[in-house]
Nanobody
Framework: VQLQASGGGLVQAGGSLRLSCTAS????????MGWFRQAPGKEREFVAA????????YYADSVKGRFTVSRDNAKNTVYLQMNSLKPEDTVVYYC?????????????????WGQGTQVTVSS
């Protein structure tokens, strides 16, 4: 599976961005998809995950109520809608795929990773 993330950019605090991650292959719906983020010198941090069917979603406390994860299995794409962005959301965001119905917030449990997309929130 190859993952291609896009949608990052520069936005003012309080603004919104939508990240997209498109996967190759024909078994996309079998993968739990996750979003992580990583600041320089820090460990990769869990942001959100969504089950293969899209019926169950999970969020880190730091983004709950502001970010929404969704997916379109017909398009092999997962999204991360980010609202009310804060300067501390400024990091590189990664999408990841886990061939399991069991979600996980540990980066090491994911099998495939996209290349990352930079989000910068100005104050």
């Amino acid at each position: 599976v190859q993952l291609q993330a896009s949608g990052g950019g520069l936005v003012q605090a309080g603004g919104s961005l939508r990240l997209s991650c498109t996967a190759s292959g024909r078994t996309f719906s079998r993968y739990t998809m996750g979003w992580f983020r990583q600041a320089p010198g820090k460990e990769r941090e869990f942001v959100a995950a969504i089950s293969g069917s899209g019926g169950t979603r999970y969020y880190a406390d730091s983004v709950k109520g502001r970010f929404t994860v969704s997916r379109d299995n017909a398009k092999n794409t997962v999204y991360l809608q980010m609202n009310s962005l804060k300067p501390e959301d400024t990091v590189v965001y990664y999408c990841a795929a886990k061939y399991s119905s069991i979600w996980d917030d540990r980066a090491a449990q994911y099998d495939y990773w996209g290349q990352g997309t930079q989000v910068t929130v100005s104050s």
